[in-house]
C-alpha cells in the first residue's frame, strides 16, 4: 500500500509510524526541513519539504500511484486543496482531511465535501471527536476511558484499581465462580507504564489501570465489581469555552438534561458568544485559577470538573485547584506527551489526548480484512479490535481454546445476532460473528491477519 501523509506534526508522525511499521510505501510532505528531517531519520519513511497541496510537490511524492492522501498539516485549507489536487490530478482513491475550524463542519454546507464539489472521503475534526470521548467519560463515573462496539451492545471500560477494589489479588480465572452471571471479561492492565494482557493466573493490584469488555445490559454491576458505584455526575464545571468546550456544552445539554453545567472561559469575547450558543449553561468570565472565580462556579459542590482550555498547564493547574477545593473528579485535556506520565501521580483522575484520539479515528480507515472500529489504549498500551470473522479466518470454527490466537492477544466478547457471547475456552466463532478483541502494541499486525480478507490493506 502506498500512502501520502501531509504534516510531520505530532498526528501526522504518528500515523507515519504506524504505517512504516505495516511496512507501507510512506512518504510524508512537510513546509518545515527539520520536522522532515526528524520523521526521516526517525522512520523508515521518505520524506519532501514542500507544500502538500503544490501539484508538482504531490507529483514528486508519487501521487499518481497512491492508494491513500491522509492531510494532516497545521492548516484546514491545506489539508482540503491537498485532497482536492489528489482527486482531481492524480485519482487517488482514498482521501482523509483534518478539518478543525468549525464553519467548514456546520451542516448547513455538507455538501461542500461531497464528491462533486471538495471529494474528501473522511473528514476527521479532532474538536468533535474529543468532545464525543469527554462525554462517553461523563456518562459514566469511575471510567476513565469508556468506548461503546458492537452497535453499543459492548462496551469498554477503563478504571483505576484501588486499594478499596473487592477483586484486587484474585485470579481472574475467578471471576467466573464469583460472578457466574456477569458478562466481563478483563482484558487488559496497564501497570507502572507496562502492558500486561489479561490471562487467567494475572492479579489487579492497587495502582493498575483495568480495561475491561463487557455486555453494556452489565455495566453497571461491572462498574460495581470494580468498587464504583456513583452515580453519574449532575454538577459538572467545564473550563474552557473554545470549540471543544462549546461542542462538549451542546452534547451535554442535548443528551443529559439532569446535569447542571457551568462554564469559566477567559475571553470576554468568547464568554458572551457561548452563552449567546447554549441555552440553560451558565457561563461565567474569569481566570480558572482565580480562587474567587472557583468560587462564584461553587467548586465545593462540583461532582466532575471537566479542564479542556487551549492551555495545558492551565488545564493541570485549574483540575488541581478544583479537586483540592471540593471537586470529586477531574477530567483534563492535555496535549503534550510531556506530562502524561506526571498527573496519574498529581490527582488527575482521567487525561485526554486529541492526538492520541485523533490518530486513533484516522486510522480506523487503515486497516486489513473485515475490521470494522479499532480504538487505541493509553499511550502505546494496545489497541482495541472489532471485527467481522469470515469463512477463511483462523478463528472460526474451533474451540478457543485451541484456536491460533497470536500472543499478545485476547478476545473479550463474541456478538452473534443480537446475543453478547462472554468467551470461553469451549466458545465457537462462527463466520459472521463479530469478534471484540485486545491486541498489546506488538499483536495488533497479526490479529489483523486473523481477520484479513486478502493480503492487501484494500
Not at 468506548?147 to 485470579?171: C, F, S, W, Y
Not at 462540583?302 to 485547584?321: F, G, K, P, R, Y
Not at 483534563?332 to 506527551?337: E, F, K, V
Amino acid at each position: 500500500m502506498k500512502v501520502i501523509v501531509c504534516g510531520a506534526g505530532q498526528v501526522g508522525f504518528n500515523i507515519a509510524r504506524y504505517l512504516a511499521s505495516e511496512n507501507a510505501d510512506v512518504t510524508v510532505i512537510d513546509q518545515s526541513p527539520e520536522l522532515i528531517q526528524k520523521i526521516s531519520e526517525s522512520l523508515d519513511v521518505t520524506g519532501l519539504v514542500g507544500f502538500a497541496s503544490h501539484p508538482d510537490i504531490l507529483e514528486q511524492a508519487g501521487a499518481r500511484d497512491t492508494d491513500m492522501l491522509i492531510a494532516v498539516t497545521y492548516a484546514d485549507e491545506v489539508n482540503m486543496v491537498a485532497c482536492q489536487v489528489a482527486h482531481s490530478i492524480f485519482e487517488v482513491p482514498t482521501k482523509i482531511a483534518r478539518v478543525r475550524h468549525q464553519s467548514y463542519l456546520n451542516p448547513l454546507w455538507s455538501d461542500l465535501f461531497s464528491h462533486d464539489h471538495m471529494p474528501i472521503d473522511v473528514i476527521i475534526s479532532p474538536e468533535l471527536e474529543v468532545a464525543k470521548a469527554i462525554g462517553r467519560r461523563l456518562q459514566i463515573p469511575g471510567a476513565f476511558d469508556a468506548m461503546q462496539l458492537a452497535d453499543g451492545k459492548v462496551n469498554l471500560i477503563g478504571v483505576h484499581v484501588r486499594e478499596d477494589t473487592p477483586i484486587i489479588q484474585t485470579p481472574l480465572r475467578q471471576l467466573t465462580d464469583l460472578f457466574p452471571d456477569l458478562h466481563i471479561v478483563v482484558v487488559a492492565i496497564s501497570r507502572a507504564g507496562r502492558t500486561i494482557v489479561a490471562h487467567g493466573d494475572a492479579e489487579l493490584m492497587p495502582g493498575d489501570d483495568a480495561y475491561f469488555v463487557c455486555e453494556t445490559s452489565h455495566l453497571t454491576r461491572a462498574l460495581m465489581t470494580f468498587g464504583y458505584e456513583e452515580r453519574a455526575a449532575r454538577r459538572v464545571l467545564l473550563i474552557g469555552g473554545g470549540n471543544i468546550g462549546l461542542n462538549l456544552a451542546r452534547t451535554v445539554e442535548e443528551k443529559h438534561p439532569q446535569v447542571q453545567l457551568k462554564i469559566i472561559e477567559i475571553s470576554k469575547a468568547r464568554a458572551e458568544f457561548v452563552a449567546q450558543t447554549l441555552e440553560r449553561s451558565v457561563v461565567i468570565h474569569g481566570d480558572a485559577l482565580d480562587l474567587d472565580i472557583l468560587t462564584e462556579a461553587n467548586i465545593a459542590a462540583t461532582e466532575t470538573v471537566i479542564a479542556v482550555s487551549n492551555d495545558d498547564e492551565v488545564n493541570i493547574l485549574a483540575s488541581l485547584l478544583s479537586k483540592r477545593y471540593g471537586a470529586k473528579r477531574a477530567v483534563t485535556l492535555i496535549n503534550s506527551t510531556s506530562y502524561s506520565q506526571l498527573v496519574g501521580s498529581l490527582g488527575i483522575d482521567t487525561v485526554v489526548s486529541p492526538r492520541a484520539i485523533t490518530v486513533s479515528t484516522i486510522l480506523q480507515h487503515v486497516r486489513r480484512g473485515r475490521i470494522r472500529s479499532v480504538y487505541s489504549l493509553a499511550e502505546g498500551l494496545g489497541e482495541i479490535i472489532e471485527a467481522e470473522a469470515m469463512e477463511t479466518s483462523g478463528l472460526v470454527g474451533k474451540p478457543l481454546r485451541d484456536a491460533p490466537l497470536p500472543s499478545g492477544s485476547v478476545v473479550g466478547a463474541v456478538v452473534r445476532d443480537d446475543e453478547v457471547i462472554i468467551p470461553r475456552g469451549d466458545t465457537v466463532i462462527r463466520a459472521g460473528d463479530l469478534v471484540v478483541m485486545f491486541a498489546a502494541a506488538e499483536a495488533v499486525k497479526k490479529v489483523e491477519k486473523l481477520f484479513a480478507v486478502k493480503l492487501e490493506f484494500f
